[in-house]
């Protein structure tokens, strides 16, 4: 079952090393996208860069704001 949906989605991860900037440990790199990956080490979302080399930068997400709760 999980064979099909890899091919109706299109989804085809690669791996990749590198040196994540969150942690800076050389790591593997999983794409989720084509130029978004994940550390395999730490779990940071990062996107690539190329500007004459490959950079990783960290994914910035905005904060989330959780309703308050009365008690």
């Keep these: 079952m999980s064979n099909n ?9 690669e791996i990749t090393q590198g040196i994540c900037p969150t942690c800076n440990i050389p790591t593997m790199l999983v794409s989720m996208t084509r130029d ?8 940071s979302d990062l996107e690539q860069k190329v500007n004459g080399v490959i950079k990783y930068m960290p ?4 904060a989330r704001n959780h309703p308050k ?3």
């Design 36 to 43: 978004h990956y994940r550390c395999v080490t730490c779990g």
């Design 59 to 62: 994914i910035e997400r905005p």
């Design 5 to 13: 949906f890899f091919k109706e989605s299109n989804f085809s991860p």
């Design 69 to 71: 709760t009365n008690g």
